[in-house]
T-cell receptor, first 114, second 113 residues
Framework: KAGVTQTPRYLIKTRGQQVTLSCSPI?????VSWYQQTPGQGLQFLFEYFSETQRNKGNFPGRFSGRQFSNSRSEMNVSTLELGDSALYLC?????????????FGPGTRLTVT | AQSVTQLDSHVSVSEGTPVLLRCNYSSSYSPSLFWYVQHPNKGLQLLLKYTSAATLVKGINGFEAEFKKSETSFHLTKPSAHMSDAAEYFCVVYAGNNRKLIWGLGTSLAVNP
């Protein structure tokens, strides 16, 4: 089975711009979670989607949003980028709601905001 | 509320010596606990998990962890370190009431030849 894929792998944006990141989960997995990883804060949970519905949300501002499509692929969007948004964004998929704690991670998208 | 504390931000060992990465947790519920590993420029990988079965859990690559409820700990160990074990390790608690994973800040393991 193919693993979780994320595109693009690297991205450089300017303050004020917006960005869209994509995640394709493992085939058959219906839950997709997004995390922001920074050296000082560790992994911070952004949100989780399950069957096209946002089921869980972390403590991030409304500039961070996401969605999930019928094929379970997910996108996250960050609008009005700030320097502090520079981070590694990780996507994780899991089989279903009851085992959502056992997650499989993609390699991440490294976002740099200048 | 659930929380997890990794007691060492950085651990350095010599190849062939034991590894101990410490993790304490706090949970109002019976927790599920995990260790993940992140090698440089690679994604996170599940090392092992505790989900209320045996308290001594064996994982991949010779790692194991013991759940100690009385000490609220879930330390990760390996009898003999290998150079390939150099990575970042994360202890995670699953907050079952709101289906969130709570992550520790990580422990960077260096293995010296």
């Amino acid at each position: 089975k193919a693993g979780v894929t994320q595109t693009p792998r690297y991205l450089i944006k300017t303050r004020g711009q917006q960005v869209t990141l994509s995640c394709s989960p493992i085939s058959g997995h219906r839950s997709v979670s997004w995390y922001q990883q920074t050296p000082g804060q560790g992994l911070q949970f952004l949100f989780e989607y399950f069957s096209e519905t946002q089921r869980n949300k972390g403590n991030f501002p409304g500039r961070f949003s996401g969605r999930q499509f019928s094929n379970s692929r997910s996108e996250m969007n960050v609008s009005t980028l700030e320097l502090g948004d520079s981070a590694l964004y990780l996507c994780a998929s899991s089989l279903d709601g009851t085992s959502s704690y056992e997650q499989y991670f993609g390699p991440g998208t490294r976002l740099t905001v200048t | 509320a659930q929380s997890v504390t990794q007691l060492d931000s950085h651990v350095s060992v010599s190849e062939g010596t034991p590894v101990l990465l410490r993790c304490n947790y706090s949970s109002s519920y019976s927790p599920s606990l995990f260790w993940y590993v992140q090698h440089p420029n690679k994604g996170l990988q599940l090392l092992l998990k505790y989900t209320s079965a045996a308290t001594l859990v064996k994982g991949i690559n010779g790692f194991e962890a013991e759940f100690k409820k009385s000490e609220t700990s879930f330390h990760l160990t390996k009898p003999s370190a290998h150079m390939s074990d150099a990575a970042e390790y994360f202890c995670v608690v699953y907050a079952g009431n709101n289906r969130k994973l709570i992550w520790g800040l990580g422990t960077s393991l260096a293995v010296n030849p």
